[in-house]
């Protein structure tokens, strides 16, 4: 009797071991990253900014901040993906990332539901964060939020694509909480660079007239 049943047998327990081992859970399974930018002074007016002291205590003057850099879809979005990173973020490792996200509580749970589904370790999760976030700029106008202003949402995206070559509409959208401006979504591609979206910018509000809240 030959050993060749007994190869298959092995060959085929060997291939379901790596179907289903940890590594293969953490293979990235998206089509692209959506950058999500928060008005900080949006955020910090709500019930859930005032417990936030790290983000809007005291002495802080954020403006844009990161959301979180998500991995979607071209419809619909992973998220609590199956991973070998630990659950929680080191505070030294989080605190590299606290001139963009200024909160343990966000790097934490952003990690959690939409890092773990990106395939990266923690530390190459946040870099490629930062990475995104410098491929964006700020319109001047937008930067400092000195002073409270009231724009449409349509204003607002074209301001981005105005300041960011290569950014198109289709590939922008402003959310709004109530009558303000919560949030800046931004499409890029794998390695970064801009792209469309239709399902995120079809989730925009499209608000006449939405209020950025000054910095403090």
Known sequence: MTDQPFRAVFAALLLAAVMFSPAAAQAPDFDFYVLSLSWSPT??????????????????????????????????????????????????????????????????????????????????????????????????????????????????????VSANPGMTRQGIAASCDGRRLEEVRICLTRDLQFRDCAEVDRGGCRLERVELPPVN
């Open 43 to 160: 955020y910090c007016a709500s019930e859930e900014g005032r417990r936030s002291r790290q983000q809007c205590g005291g002495g802080a003057d954020h403006s844009f901040v990161v959301h979180g850099l998500w991995p979607q879809h071209e419809r619909g979005y992973p998220q609590f993906c199956p991973s070998r990173e630990p659950q929680r973020v080191p505070q030294a490792l989080g605190e590299t990332m606290f001139d963009i996200m200024p909160s343990m509580g966000l790097i934490g749970h952003e990690w959690r539901k939409h890092g773990s589904c990106s395939g990266l370790s923690q530390r190459d999760y946040l870099a490629k964060t930062r990475e995104a976030f410098e491929q964006v700029r700020i319109p001047r106008a937008l930067a400092n939020g000195e002073r409270s202003l009231s724009l449409s949402t349509d204003k607002i995206e074209e301001m981005f």
